[in-house]
């Protein structure tokens, strides 16, 4: 463990820059040569090293060690090398790497993918690590590990939203073996631990051990050895013969000690005992796999499992390597079954045990609580931005505290915390700065926290007034408080009570919302919101029952750069009423005049008109202009030295007030803000099987399919935005954290999206905005940028919940308005979203069209698609929706998705069809549409002189699906073909996947 330690040390520069920017070619490395602890080179291609599981496992089993009694950390530059490999652990929910088999993704191409082994494992070790002392048990303050509780929710979350799925192109692994069960024991939801290792020995399970995973080519007597890579198209030439591995089943023998599961430890262990070898010197050793010999490969293929397998080179005579790890394994679990050795005895941690039955850890740091309350209550201190409001608020019965009153407790920031936490883990001999500059989450602003003598509270993210603007829309804070509460209830894992800080300002009193802001106070004071039981109450008075953090490693707090929420002093009179609060003033709003000619003046005009405009439309654009001139620090007032920046800030802090929000984007869009948490959103989506795009409809799009830091993010979105549309860039920020919020609370109304296309879905509502405005002023396609983010929360809401089609041809669904077919088409294309079995219909058509299928003019070939890939990948998904993103329309877009399905039905009504041609989309549509407008003009009585295709567009799916019906009989029937020379692909055209597999995509 210490030359381990030794090792990642000598590269603490590596983990410094990875810290940063988690890239492979920064990460740590996993091989050193044994000697000396050097890196081994590797000239030929660059190693995977990026392995997050070999990182966790480390961590882990230093903690089970040290629990243990035994000494292996002794030296600060220790500690904070520890410390900083937690650091590189947080964010491993969004980091891509190699996995436990150095191969990244299944296709062996040398791209890393998110694991969720890898991501379990991270998990694991940070709530072991969180709060641990390095020095044993009776070890210095200066000794112990901090871990982001947030950073492990994140973690925790992504883990059990990808079960029982290990990875985007891997639709099970045997390396989740491991980390749901020993050692890491990563899981204790009985439903997801069962269904993860049902799937697993369903998919995987052979007589001679666990395949890694399907197609794996590894140790296969016809994988090419001098080769790093495979070819593309190479993973299906491993069909039906990769090598099984005997390790697993000793995995489960200990699986079965651990659980008390006698029958499991029988049953593996009978499946075991032929598999083992003899050594020359006479020991029992385990082989590292069998493989299928080349010679029976063929007949492997045609009937899995019926050949007999060769084990791996560890043979009798000495010559071969022994296999380490799965050696090491067999003499544990032997060591169990005998009863030589207890479960307690190997997992001093006891992760292995539920939560509540693990013995607690006596320490004043927080660590992962062994039970959690089922009555936990949230406290929330309210505080007052001033004593004049707090009378207010007394008046309806709200009690609040202003922050004179809460002293010697200071209110901190989340970046003023940011800032404390920075000296986390700095090690100047080893050149490592500590804790990365990430914001905090609402977890850790839910602690009490202790440092320098001082004690101080964190306010959430969302009340940060000087951070993106959706703060300023008092309907969106609201949500942001009741959603915020409702998350740490769920998702508090430390001992002691969360204490969340709400701050009160006198803005948030004014308005319309007043009354619901009021509300929603007065439920405080009632102890419930939405369901979840919160306190109210002296801040002081929660301390002794809160969750406290003591930051020990912040001796000299005076050298921290930190600021504290003040109040607000005034000699005016208290308020009386909601109605003594200033309202903002609108005079300024009335002036719209254009400025677009001063972009040709010079800088003193453009200042000279900045200062004698009332516009605030106009300041904006004329500070546009100076910012694109001039930069956003360009000084605009030398006397009060207020640069662009400050005054577009305080514009449109003026603005939000005013709720002129199309000036807010703009303004916002200019400065390139980025809301908070961006990233994580993001990465919510990606790991639900989803691909994100951002850009303007109509132009060229970033795609997002791996997860990205936030500086990727800015960059794409505002590269992609900017030029076009300024406001654009803001938008698809708001509705990329709104997304991913009903992503996670309501997944189900996002069945049959795969791609969240933002351009696209900025196009369906406004599309539903014209649509369905009683006001012609709302029809122009700008309008949304007018609206309160809240309203475009609400709005994308019920676009989202829109009922199908072919359910509201009859008339107006409950809560929604009556849209045309034309109209739910234009929709429901913008949104990309496909009917449930749209996959499985276009996988079966393409079977019984041997030369392909032709979607706006490109063609997807029926091979090498359907023996390169598998319904059940991800990849044939996409592949298929590359085909639709090439149709610019969407209501065309949606009228060819229909025709798939209608093609498809066809086809399994008549199993003896097929296509002789290529299957073209485009012809069919123009056929159905020629059958419908003979029709049409039959029975109408004053034919027109023109008709377009719209027509066609605008009939009920009833309508439109019998016309494409009668296209595709008539062609198949009149088609010259042999139908006796179908072959095989009927048959594997005819085999339904099982619906109780998680992973098809539809």
Not at 44 to 58: F, K, M
Not at 385 to 410: C, D, F, K, N
Not at 670 to 698: C, D, H, N, W, Y
Not at 960 to 981: E, K
Request: aromatic share 10%; glycine share 6%; proline share 5%.
């Amino acid at each position: 463990m210490r030359g381990i330690l030794f090792c990642w040390m000598s590269q603490a520069d590596q983990l410094e820059r990875f810290k940063n920017d988690q890239i492979p070619a920064f990460a740590l490395h996993s091989r050193f040569e044994v000697q000396h602890g050097d890196p081994i080179p590797c000239t030929a291609y660059p190693y995977p090293h990026l392995q997050i599981d070999v990182v966790a496992l480390y961590l882990l089993y230093l903690t089970q060690m040290t629990e243990s009694g035994l000494k292996i950390i002794f030296t600060m530059e220790e500690v904070h090398m520890v410390q900083n490999l937690v650091f590189y652990l947080e964010r491993a929910y969004r980091i891509p790497d190699f996995g436990m088999w150095e191969r990244g993704d299944k296709y062996n191409t040398g791209s890393p993918e998110l694991h969720a082994s890898s991501i379990g494992m991270a998990k694991v070790a940070l709530e072991s690590i969180n709060g641990f002392n390095l020095f044993g048990e009776h070890g210095a303050s200066w000794s112990v590990i901090y871990a982001d509780v947030d950073a492990h929710n994140r973690n925790r979350t992504t883990l059990e939203t990808m079960l029982p799925r290990e990875s985007s192109t891997k639709n099970t692994d045997a390396s989740l073996i491991p980390t749901l069960s020993y050692p890491c024991f990563a899981v204790h939801k009985p439903i997801v631990f069962r269904a993860t290792m049902d799937k697993m020995q369903r998919k995987l399970l052979g007589k001679y051990g666990f395949k890694r995973f399907l197609r794996d080519g590894y140790g296969t007597a016809i994988e090419g050895k001098a080769r790093r890579f495979y070819q593309p198209s190479e993973v299906k030439l491993f069909d039906s013969i990769e090598c099984e591995w005997p390790v697993f089943f000793v995995y489960l023998i200990i699986d079965g000690v651990f659980h008390g599961d006698t029958e499991q430890v029988q049953n593996f262990q009978k499946l075991l005992e032929p598999l083992l070898k003899e050594s020359f010197e006479g020991d029992v050793v385990i082989p590292r796999y069998y493989y299928v010999p080349e010679e029976m490969i063929e007949a492997e293929r045609l009937n899995p499992g019926s050949q007999d397998r060769l084990s791996s080179n560890e043979d009798p005579d000495g010559e071969g390597d022994i296999f380490i790890w799965g050696q090491a394994l067999f003499i544990i679990s032997q060591l169990l079954v005998e009863g030589l050795i207890s479960p307690s005895e190997l997992d001093p941690l006891r992760r292995y045990q539920p939560a509540t039955q693990r013995p607690s850890r006596k320490s004043r740091y927080s660590s992962f609580s062994s039970s959690i309350p089922s009555d936990l209550a949230v406290q929330v201190a309210l505080i007052s931005e001033s004593a004049r409001l707090q009378a207010l608020l007394a008046t309806y019965g709200v009690q609040t505290q202003t922050p004179h009153q809460i002293e010697p407790i200071h209110i901190w920031s989340p970046n003023n915390l940011t800032e404390v936490y920075s000296r986390l883990g700095q090690e100047d001999q080893l050149g490592l700065s500590g804790r990365p500059k990430r914001p905090f989450g609402p977890l850790s602003t839910s602690k009490i926290y202790r440092v320098g003598g001082e004690t101080a509270v964190c306010y959430p993210l969302f009340f940060e007034i000087t951070d993106f603007y959706l703060s300023y829309d008092q309907s969106m804070l609201m949500d942001y408080i009741r959603n915020g509460t409702a998350f740490v209830a769920s998702r508090w894992k430390l001992h002691g009570r969360p204490t969340m800080v709400c701050l009160i300002r006198e803005e948030m009193v004014r308005g319309p919302q007043a009354g619901d802001m009021l509300k929603l106070l007065a439920s405080f004071r009632a102890g419930e919101v939405n369901g979840i039981r919160v306190r109210t109450g002296l801040l002081q008075n929660f301390l002794a029952s809160s969750c406290v953090e003591h930051l020990d490693f912040v001796v000299d707090l005076t050298t921290v750069k930190r600021g504290s929420f003040e109040e607000i002093t005034d000699s005016t009179t208290n308020f009386r009423s909601l109605m003594d609060i200033t309202r903002p003033s609108t005079r300024s709003s009335l002036s719209e005049q254009n400025f677009n000619e001063y972009n040709d003046r010079n800088v003193h005009e453009v200042i000279d008109a900045l200062n004698h405009t009332d516009s605030l439309r106009g300041q904006g654009q004329l500070l546009s202009i100076l910012l694109r001139k001039h930069g956003e620090n360009f000084v605009v007032d030398s006397v009060n030295n207020t640069t662009v920046k400050m005054r577009m800030e305080t514009l449109i802090r003026q603005c939000a007030n005013l709720k002129k929000w199309e000036i807010v984007r703009y303004c916002s869009g200019m400065l390139q803000k980025v809301v908070a948490s961006l990233a994580p959103s993001i990465t919510g989506m990606l790991v639900r099987g989803k691909e994100v795009r951002l850009g303007v409809f109509g132009h060229e799009e970033a795609i997002i399919d791996k997860p990205v830091t936030p500086s990727q993010v800015k960059n794409l979105v505002y590269s992609t935005c900017y030029h076009y549309h300024p406001s654009a860039a803001v938008l698809q920020q708001e509705l990329l954290i709104s997304i991913g919020t009903f992503m996670e609370t309501q997944p189900h109304i996002f069945d049959g999206m795969l791609k969240i296309r933002m351009g696209w879905i900025v196009r369906a509502l406004s599309f539903y905005i014209k649509h369905t405005a009683m006001d012609p002023t709302e029809s122009k396609d700008d309008y949304i940028y007018s609206l309160s983010p809240s309203d475009v929360q609400d709005l994308l809401l019920e676009v989202l919940t829109l009922p199908p089609l072919t359910r509201s041809d009859i008339g107006p669904s409950l809560g929604h308005p009556k849209l045309s077919p034309l109209q739910r088409r234009q929709v429901d294309g913008s949104l990309n979203r496909v009917p449930r079995k749209f996959y499985d219909s276009f996988w079966n058509i393409l079977h019984r069209c041997p030369k392909g299928i032709k979607v706006a003019d490109q063609l997807i070939p029926q091979d090498p698609t359907i023996t390169e890939m598998t319904l059940y990948e991800l990849n044939f998904a996409l592949r298929v929706d590359a085909l639709l993103d090439r149709i610019t329309h969407p209501e065309y877009r949606q009228i060819v998705v229909e025709l798939i399905m209608v093609v498809n039905t066809v086809l399994e009504r008549n199993p003896e069809l097929y296509f002789a041609d290529v299957l073209d989309t485009d012809a069919f549509v123009h056929s159905a549409f020629e059958r419908f407008l003979k029709d049409y003009k039959r029975k109408e009585t004053k034919p027109s002189r023109t008709y377009e295709i719209e027509l066609f567009y605008d009939q009920p799916v009833s309508v439109t699906g019998t016309y494409v019906a009668g296209a595709v009989v008539d062609l198949l029937l009149h088609q010259d073909v042999d139908y006796t020379g179908v072959g095989s692909a009927n048959l594997d055209a005819s085999a339904e996947p099982s619906d109780s597999d998680s992973c098809v995509i539809s």
